[in-house]
T-cell receptor
Framework: DGGITQSPKYLFRKEGQNVTLSCEQN?????MYWYRQDPGQGLRLIYYSQIVNDFQKGDIAEGYSVSREKKESFPLTVTSAQKNPTAFYLC??????????????FGEGSRLTVL | AQSVTQLDSHVSVSEGTPVLLRCNYS??????LFWYVQHPNKGLQLLLKYTSAATLVKGINGFEAEFKKSETSFHLTKPSAHMSDAAEYFC?????????????FGSGTQLTVLP
């Protein structure tokens, strides 16, 4: 089945540690996205990529980094510079960035807790 | 500029009764509007979308929404709630000619379905 796979589902981190969240898609989509979700808030865009080897900052990129070396993969690193990293992180993809049809396909998320 | 307001953070209904989830939007441009659903600890799934065609939009699982430009609203309805409808629902707005980069998510409405 085609879809988006995020791992790990749950992750605990000590303060000062970097962690990397994995996102893999087999939908042959060009565009990929990382969102952060906090209780009682809508999704906020961290980074997005519309093509391999290219990515752009979203609305809350500080303290995060990404790479896009392969079309299928868009890992997110939460660095120690992120002041409040405890959140639910969602990866999504779409056929393209432009000409929006509205449908983003989401993974099941990764819940990060900082101890 | 654009924004979206979901008027209720929580809605409770009894199984078999109608569902109404309210969404108002503000947009400087002709908007596209979407409703997504999120079950606990899962990613979001597209329910339906309005992209300047018919103002009454039908989606999956018996949901529908009506675009009312004069009221700047896009309320989600379902005639008869089912237990499996219990989830969080997000209203989303973007410019009709925009990209996925320009999506704005509402803060969500948690729907509880009582037996």
């Amino acid at each position: 089945d085609g879809g988006i796979t995020q791992s790990p589902k749950y992750l605990f981190r000590k303060e000062g540690q970097n962690v990397t969240l994995s996102c893999e898609q087999n939908l042959n989509h060009d565009a990929m996205y990382w969102y952060r979700q906090d209780p009682g808030q809508g999704l906020r865009l961290i980074y997005y990529s519309q093509i391999v080897n290219d990515f752009q900052k979203g609305d809350i990129a500080e303290g995060y980094s990404v790479s896009r070396e392969k079309k299928e993969s868009f890992p997110l690193t939460v660095t120690s510079a992120q002041k409040n990293p405890t959140a639910f992180y969602l990866c999504a993809s779409s056929f393209s960035l432009a000409g929006l049809t509205g449908e983003l396909f989401f993974g099941e998320g990764s819940r990060l807790t900082v101890l | 500029a654009q924004s979206v307001t979901q008027l209720d953070s929580h809605v409770s209904v009894s199984e078999g009764t109608p569902v109404l989830l309210r969404c108002n939007y503000s947009s400087s441009y002709s908007p596209s509007l979407f409703w997504y659903v999120q079950h606990p600890n899962k990613g979001l799934q597209l329910l339906l979308k309005y992209t300047s065609a018919a103002t009454l939009v039908k989606g999956i699982n018996g949901f529908e929404a009506e675009f009312k430009k004069s009221e700047t609203s896009f309320h989600l309805t379902k005639p008869s709630a089912h237990m499996s409808d219990a989830a969080e629902y997000f209203c989303v707005v973007s410019p009709s000619s925009g990209s996925a980069r320009q999506l704005t998510f509402g803060s969500g409405t948690q729907l509880t379905v009582l037996p």
